[in-house]
């Protein structure tokens, strides 16, 4: 199985990635799931990339370069495709990618209640740093050393 990560620039492809299943994505707890958002977040340097199966969305990535680290957060999996490993090919990915641009740090941040994100975390690796934020401190920073 190979997913296909592509960034978002267009406003048709962040209308796309917005409105393949908006439901889908509801329980992002980072930031409230719309348009002006996502726009938003690539206005704060974000980018941001669809990740496709099969010709079909199934998450989106965050991702966001400050010297040698490299922020990432993501979307939960549709739910048509969860149990499927996607979770640890994206993980791959942000491990790949940083490895490309010479990063030393990856930063993920998840939120407290996404058990299968912490699982997947503490499985791949990352430690906590001990910081917490969100408007109401549930999303939780993690840390990955490559060096």
Partial sequence: MSLVFQECESDQEIKDIYNFNVHAFADTQDFEWSEENIKKEI??????LSVTYEKDILA??????????????????????QGNGFSHLIKDFFEQFAEGKNIETIINYCPDDNFRMISLNEGHKYTKTG???????????WQKSLI
């Avoid at 206005?43 to 941001?48: D, I, N, P």
Wanted: hydrophobic share 40%; aromatic share 8%; charged share 25%.
């Fill in 43 to 48: 206005g704060q340097g974000w980018k941001v």
């Fill in 60 to 81: 989106a990535v965050l991702l966001k370069i400050e010297g040698k680290t490299l922020f990432t957060k993501n979307t939960p999996i549709k739910i048509d495709y």
């Fill in 131 to 141: 910081k917490v934020l969100g408007e109401h401190s549930n999303i939780i920073e």
